[in-house]
């Protein structure tokens, strides 16, 4: 009896183990080298040509906003969302085609960014959000649609040009039920969008509508397949770096990024970097103070060393990685004894996060 039921067990394992074998990937065995993490791979990201906004008119994290609510700060329209922890962060959560809008303080300026932190539906690969900068609820093909999902992003309608929303399987893997960082960059007709480390828009001549608000449409498919949206921040383009500096002495940038709690530059901080690199050389005669700064949440002292490791950690990139002599670059943490805005609103403790350039 024993020996008939190991025999059962053996050949059970047996056929599973054949079974596992037909179902891998045949590629498998020959993958010695592990997949390229986006995250800490600068060589994926080498199209990602993103810079920040500095003057922040709109941010929204949800972080005063009851768990279980509709946030203060949206305009409800149609649907089903509410506010909701996830993983320690906060987002809108629809179970329900919804649509909300951002109202903002002015007219969206010519040269603006817009950055949503958004979770995808677990399946159904097509667009599952869409944005216009329009007042109306109503998509219309008078003006540009953005939209984005697990598979990429698209910009369509408009009369301008377009980019058809596509589907790629490793990008739909990657971010099928999954955060991912959509980023857009408007100057005049210009507009680019990435998710992530991709570009998947770059488009000259679009139709963005400019109003004082935007209209975001999300696709959501019941409780089992509910989108996210996270942080939003939306802000204004300035001039070139080194015009800014030129005219002010000083410059406030916001594209350079860490870690939460931490020092370790993030790799979206590449182009800001590059741009400060690029300066640099182009004028060497030129020195700065690079100066880190915090908002008031959270422990002063903590604060203060905080900024103060960025700032030198900003320094010690742009000599290890752009080749600018060090003897050219100090560096100082203020913490949030400095601060350009009240810490009153979203909006001003976010500006109020950023390191700053100035001439020495």
Do not use: C
Not at 150 to 178: F, I, M
């Amino acid at each position: 009896m024993n020996a008939h039921r190991n025999s059962a067990l053996i050949a059970g394992s047996a056929v599973a183990a054949i079974a596992l074998l037909l179902s891998a990937d045949p590629l498998s065995a020959q993958a010695a080298k592990p997949a390229a993490d986006p995250a800490t791979d600068p060589k994926l990201w080498v199209n990602y040509d993103f810079v920040p906004g500095s003057r922040v008119l709109y941010y929204n994290d949800y972080s005063e906003d009851v768990v279980g609510n509709f946030p203060k700060r949206l305009g409800f329209k149609s649907g089903n969302m509410e506010v909701a922890e996830l993983d320690g962060q906060r987002y809108l959560r629809a179970t329900a085609p919804s649509v909300f809008t951002i109202t903002l303080p002015e007219v969206l300026p010519a040269r603006f960014t817009i950055e949503i932190d958004v979770i995808n539906r677990k399946s159904l690969d097509g667009a599952a959000f869409a944005l216009q900068g329009t007042l109306l609820q109503m998509r219309d093909g008078k003006n540009s649609t953005i939209t984005w999902g697990a598979g990429g992003a698209g910009l369509t309608g408009g009369g301008g040009g377009e980019t058809q929303y596509g589907y790629n399987d490793a990008v739909s893997a990657r971010y099928r039920g999954k955060p991912a960082q959509v980023r857009i960059m408007g100057d005049g007709e210009y507009i680019k969008v990435y998710m992530g480390e991709k570009r998947f828009v770059n488009i000259p001549n679009a139709n963005l509508a400019r109003t004082t608000a935007l209209n975001l449409w999300l696709d959501a498919r019941g409780d089992e397949n509910p989108v996210y949206v996270g942080r939003i921040r939306i802000a204004e383009s300035s001039k070139s770096i080194y015009d800014e500096l030129t005219a002010k002495g000083r410059v406030t940038t916001q594209g350079i990024l860490f870690d939460t709690g931490s020092d370790r530059i993030k790799l979206e901080s590449t182009p800001t970097l590059k741009d400060i690199g690029a300066m640099l050389a182009a004028h060497p005669e030129l020195k700065l103070s690079v100066e880190g700064h915090t908002d008031n949440v959270g422990d002063a002292a903590a604060n203060l060393k905080l900024s103060e490791a960025r700032a030198a950690a900003v320094k010690a990139a742009l000599v290890k990685d752009y080749g600018v002599d060090a003897a050219r670059l100090t560096s100082k943490g203020f913490g949030s004894t400095k601060p350009i805005s009240p810490n009153t609103t979203a909006e001003g403790r976010q500006g109020n996060r950023r390191v700053d350039l100035v001439k020495v």
